[in-house]
């Protein structure tokens, strides 16, 4: 199954904010929209970094809430990791592992398309698993 498809059931609605936002701003979008992470795009949906519930955790760890102040610019990660969306799930579970991270966002001609979250890949598998026990099932029933 490709990341298309993925896309196509759970939507494209991708939570964004500038750079110029503040590490405040994106703590209020994450808990509004109860994700985990949110994508910073320019103005054209371009990628220029990634800021996830984790990142607030260690940033507010090391130095304190005044940092909720700052904007996203200097505090997000810029070197993010994407995939296409003709790419598979289990291309998508590999870059996860090898990353350490739970999200990657789809990217098509430059632009912002979608994210996959480490939900939607584990949602994905254990459909498959049923969907495979449940043919093994059948075929053990026909005999
Ligand atoms: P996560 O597991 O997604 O909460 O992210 C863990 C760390 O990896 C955080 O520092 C994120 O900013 C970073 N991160 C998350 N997703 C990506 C990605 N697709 N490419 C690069 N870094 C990422």
């Known amino acids: 199954m490709s990341v298309t498809v993925i896309l196509s059931r759970k939507g494209n609605d991708i939570v964004t904010l500038s750079p110029d936002a503040t590490l405040g701003d994106a ?5 509004r ?9 320019d103005a054209n949906m371009g990628v220029e970094g990634i800021i996830s519930e984790r990142d607030v955790v260690r940033l507010i760890g090391e130095r304190g809430v005044d940092v909720l ?17 003709d790419e598979t799930v289990p291309q998508i579970m590999e ?7 739970r999200h990657v ?3 098509s001609g430059g632009k912002l398309v979608g994210i996959i979250s480490i939900g939607d890949v584990v949602k994905y598998r254990v459909e498959e698993m ?8 059948d075929y053990i029933m026909s005999a």
């Open 95 to 101: 870059r996860m592992t090898r990353g350490r991270f």
């Open 33 to 41: 929209n109860r994700i985990g992470a949110i994508v910073v795009t």
């Open 69 to 85: 102040s700052e904007p996203l610019a200097g505090l997000m990660t810029k070197a993010v990791v994407t995939c296409a969306p």
């Open 130 to 137: 049923e969907r495979e026990s449940a043919q093994l099932r």
């Open 27 to 31: 703590v209020a979008s994450l808990a």
């Open 105 to 107: 966002p789809v990217v």
